[in-house]
Structures are given as C-alpha cells and as structure tokens.
C-alpha cells in the first residue's frame, strides 16, 4: 500500500522559509518520481514542483522559480520542498503525489497517489 505523508508547514511571515518534508512508505520510492502541488483557498489544485526518481530532473512553476527547492533522499524514502522568500500568495494546502511513472508528469490527473497534505500560511 503506498502511503505518503507531508509534514513541515505552519505559519511564517513574508520573507521567511520552510521545509516541507513527503516521507513515504509502503513502496520503493526510487521507481517514482514526485510531484509537490498546492491548493489556495477558494482556488484549484496547481502544480509546484517535481522531481524524477533518481533526482536527475526537476520541475518548477514559473511563480516559485528561484524561490523553491525539491530534493530527495531515497533512502530515506524523503522528498523536501525548501521554501525561500515566502510570499502571501503562497499560502495554501501542499500536498505530494506519485504518479505511475519515474519522470514527472504534467497532468494532476496522472499522479495516483497522494497524501493528506500540510497547511502553509503566509502572513505577518
């Protein structure tokens, strides 16, 4: 049964940085790349960022370039999302997923797998 859990959001003022953390379980997660996505209030699920199984490639959306961070450590069965220079727009439900595939994915639809997802807010 493959199960992920994120963990790592809270509140931080604008500026400011957090780690979100995607530990999974369940499955062997160097066959699977990665996706982070976020759901802002009122507004629909969008893709953030993702990373391929073994690391090799990344993806990031155009308004958290240079901003973002994904990494992961397979053995520790982890992907991270560092979060730098956080915006008030940023704020909203993250959530990762895994496709059925080892290289990232466009569609949200394709991602079967997902967790719960962590609350991030950003706002002084």
């Known amino acids: 049964q493959l199960h992920l859990v994120e963990s790592g959001g809270g509140l931080v003022q604008p500026g400011g940085s957090l780690r979100l953390s995607c530990a999974a379980s369940?499955?062997?997660?160097?066959?699977?790349?990665i996706g982070w996505f976020r759901q802002a209030p009122g507004k629909g699920r969008e893709g953030v960022s993702c990373?391929?199984?073994?690391?090799?490639?990344?993806i990031y959306a155009d308004s958290v370039k240079d901003r973002f961070t994904i990494s992961r450590d397979n053995v520790k069965r982890t992907v991270y999302l560092q979060m730098n220079n956080l915006k008030p727009e940023d704020t909203g439900v993250y959530y990762c997923?895994?496709?059925?595939?080892?290289?990232?994915?466009?569609?949200?639809?394709?991602?079967?797998?997902w967790g719960q997802g962590t609350q991030v807010t950003v706002s002084s």
């Open positions: 997923a895994a496709p059925q595939s080892s290289s990232c994915l466009r569609e949200k639809s394709q991602y079967d797998h």
């Open positions: 990373i391929s199984n073994n690391g090799g490639k990344t």
């Open positions: 369940g499955f062997t997660l160097d066959y699977y790349a």
